[in-house]
């Protein structure tokens, strides 16, 4: 596994959520495009959560702690028990760039951590290795949604006009 690599795709992931979520305004942060899909400021605090209670937090349990429980997590239940549509953009994007800062120190400090370290989750083992990889492709995966998301804003802010030119999405 190419660790330097994963960890500059955390650090870079960390600048493209930045880059994607800073000139949103609240209102438009808030926004839905349907009552199915989340909005930014739900997205951005998805990865906070994630970023200070599943991936790091259960990482670190594959690599040190194989006999502890994993912690509960809630992702989806999340989203409305902790009202993330209703805070403040700003913050929320501070509060996870602050988690993901800590979380590259945490990676920077492993030594020789052994990817093949594995644990008997709920749904079947899981290595180390394994964990780290799907922590930066849940990167990927929320930011295709953010891009989705600001898709949507501008079809939204062009109306009545069309972006069919623009092509296939």
């Known amino acids: 596994m190419e660790m330097l690599f994963l960890i500059r795709e955390l650090t870079d992931n960390a600048q493209r959520i930045q880059d994607l ?6 209102e438009d942060a808030m926004w839905k495009s349907d009552p ?8 951005i605090n998805h990865l906070y959560d994630e970023e200070r209670e599943d991936f790091r937090v259960r990482l670190e349990i594959i690599l040190y ?3 502890r429980p994993w912690p509960g997590i809630d992702p989806k239940g999340w989203v409305m028990s902790r009202n ?3 805070r403040d953009l700003e913050e929320s994007l501070d509060n996870f760039l602050e988690e993901r800062k800590t979380s590259l120190e945490w990676l920077g400090g492993l030594v020789k951590p052994d990817w093949d370290s594995n644990y008997e989750a709920q749904f079947g083992l899981i290595t180390a290795g394994d964990m780290f ?12 949604q953010l891009v989705e998301l600001h898709r949507s804003l501008t079809v939204r ?4 006009y069309r972006v069919d030119y623009a092509g296939e999405w």
């Not at 199915?36 to 997205?43: A, G, P, R």
């Open 84 to 86: 993330y549509n209703a």
């Open 65 to 67: 702690h194989t006999d």
């Open 36 to 43: 199915d899909t989340w909005s930014i400021l739900e997205v």
């Open 21 to 26: 979520v800073r000139s949103v305004s609240q």
């Open 133 to 144: 990889a799907s922590w930066v492709s849940h990167d990927h995966l929320h930011l295709r």
């Open 157 to 160: 802010a062009a109306e009545p």
